[in-house]
């Protein structure tokens, strides 16, 4: 099925619009694809506000192309937040019905000292142009940026969501359409800009483990004059993985939470021969476990409080039972957990 075309007259406007690739002009009206009468158009006749009084056929078409058409099928300069292109007519199939617009021309008798203008029909493949619109969407689209944190030094920094951008087809479309019809401007029409909100918009708590202070922090995002930072809302002691099995460092995140775990023996040599320990008050785990997203590392209580503040792990970060208790509502799945030396 052939697609869809916009037809309408000079006088009319036509809501569309799209990108193209420069393409060679044509200098030449294609031959006539019907007959014209013999003799004259009629003093009086302009075609597209083409004068053709006093023309033969042929010569009435090839003004009204040199004069209407030709300019029409010039690229339409555009830009998209200062970024510019150009849209070829011919690309989105621009047509112009002269041939039958010549036609009326010979059937019209103006009263002396009177003019008749005749309209031009003129049409576009709109599938074509909402195409190559959205072909240039896509290419010139910035995504918006998520909010995301990182660490300088040991403190938290947030960068901030920003909104991204793209080409608002329909309304381009709406606003390039009558300029398919008119004559090529010198300022390039702007398209119309589309805001894209970021997927992520705040960081929520951060978690910093300080290994060479034995000290874990949270900080959470608060908004003050100049912009949103990170505050530290509280400190917890820790212990921390003995030098034969460190507590590794880098950027990580909360990928479980367990109240009340059963502690289950790694598959490591010190482990071996080891049993399951239910939950309860010489469960290794304490009361409340944190999984992060370093292999078989998380946060948790113990009932050896006498460890926190030395290497004494097999590479957990241990607190002490209450601490890990009151830090469990303070970090959810997703978490950035930040492990520094």
Same mark, same amino acid.
């Given at each position: 099925?052939?697609?869809?075309?916009? &037809?309408?007259?000079?006088?009319?406007?036509?809501?569309?619009?799209?990108?193209?690739?420069?393409?060679? #002009?044509?200098?030449?009206?294609?031959?006539?694809?019907?007959?014209?009468?013999?003799?004259?158009?009629?003093?009086?006749?302009?075609?597209?506000?083409?004068?053709?009084?006093?023309?033969?056929?042929?010569?009435?078409?090839?003004?009204?192309?040199?004069?209407?058409?030709?300019?029409?099928?010039?690229?339409?300069?555009?830009?998209?937040?200062?970024?510019?292109?150009?849209?070829?007519?011919?690309?989105?199939?621009?047509?112009?019905?002269?041939?039958?617009?010549?036609?009326?021309?010979?059937?019209?008798?103006?009263?002396?000292?009177?003019?008749?203008?005749?309209?031009?029909?003129?049409?576009?493949? &709109?599938?074509?142009?909402?195409?190559?619109?959205?072909?240039?969407? &896509?290419?010139?689209?910035?995504?918006?940026?998520?909010?995301?944190?990182?660490?300088?030094?040991? #403190?938290? /920094?947030?960068?901030?969501?920003?909104?991204?951008? #793209? /080409?608002?087809?329909?309304?381009?479309?709406?606003?390039?359409?009558?300029?398919?019809?008119?004559?090529?401007?010198?300022?390039?029409?702007?398209?119309?800009?589309?805001?894209?909100?970021? @997927?992520?918009?705040?960081?929520?708590?951060?978690?910093?483990?300080?290994?060479?202070?034995?000290?874990?922090?949270?900080?959470?995002?608060?908004?003050?004059?100049?912009? !949103?930072?990170?505050?530290?809302?509280?400190?917890?002691?820790?212990?921390?993985?003995?030098? !034969?099995?460190?507590?590794?460092?880098?950027?990580? @995140?909360?990928?479980?939470?367990?109240?009340?775990?059963?502690?289950?023996?790694?598959?490591?040599?010190?482990?071996?021969?080891?049993?399951?320990?239910?939950?309860?008050?010489?469960?290794?785990?304490?009361?409340?476990?944190?999984?992060?997203?370093?292999?078989?590392?998380?946060?948790?209580?113990?009932?050896?409080?006498?460890?926190?503040? @030395?290497?004494?792990?097999?590479?957990?970060?241990?607190?002490?039972?209450?601490?890990?208790?009151?830090?469990?509502?303070?970090?959810? /799945?997703?978490?950035?957990?930040?492990?520094?030396?």
């Amino acid at each position: 099925m052939p697609a869809p075309r916009t &037809t309408l007259c000079l006088s009319l406007a036509v809501l569309v619009t799209m990108p193209a690739v420069a393409l060679s #002009q044509a200098t030449a009206p294609a031959p006539p694809t019907v007959p014209f009468p013999d003799g004259a158009i009629p003093q009086g006749v302009l075609v597209g506000g083409v004068d053709v009084s006093n023309l033969a056929g042929l010569d009435a078409r090839q003004r009204v192309f040199d004069q209407f058409v030709t300019p029409r099928r010039a690229p339409l300069p555009v830009t998209f937040r200062g970024r510019p292109f150009t849209i070829d007519p011919d690309a989105i199939g621009y047509r112009a019905e002269v041939d039958q617009a010549i036609l009326v021309a010979f059937q019209q008798v103006p009263a002396p000292g009177t003019t008749v203008d005749v309209p031009v029909a003129q049409s576009i493949t &709109t599938a074509r142009l909402r195409e190559v619109l959205t072909w240039r969407a &896509t290419e010139y689209a910035r995504d918006g940026r998520d909010a995301a944190v990182a660490l300088r030094g040991l #403190q938290p /920094i947030i960068r901030r969501a920003s909104l991204g951008a #793209q /080409i608002d087809v329909p309304r381009s479309m709406a606003l390039l359409g009558p300029a398919f019809l008119a004559a090529r401007p010198t300022t390039p029409y702007a398209l119309v800009v589309k805001r894209v909100r970021p @997927s992520v918009t705040s960081v929520g708590a951060v978690v910093v483990v300080d290994k060479s202070a034995f000290r874990l922090r949270v900080y959470r995002g608060t908004t003050r004059p100049g912009g !949103a930072v990170m505050k530290r809302i509280v400190t917890y002691p820790i212990a921390i993985g003995q030098p !034969a099995y460190p507590t590794p460092t880098g950027n990580y @995140s909360v990928i479980m939470k367990q109240v009340d775990p059963t502690w289950f023996p790694p598959d490591s040599p010190w482990a071996a021969g080891l049993e399951p320990v239910p939950p309860g008050s010489g469960n290794p785990l304490g009361t409340r476990w944190i999984g992060t997203s370093a292999p078989g590392i998380g946060m948790h209580g113990t009932p050896n409080s006498w460890s926190i503040g @030395s290497m004494a792990s097999h590479g957990c970060i241990r607190m002490y039972i209450g601490d890990a208790e009151n830090l469990y509502p303070r970090v959810e /799945i997703g978490t950035r957990v930040f492990i520094r030396e």
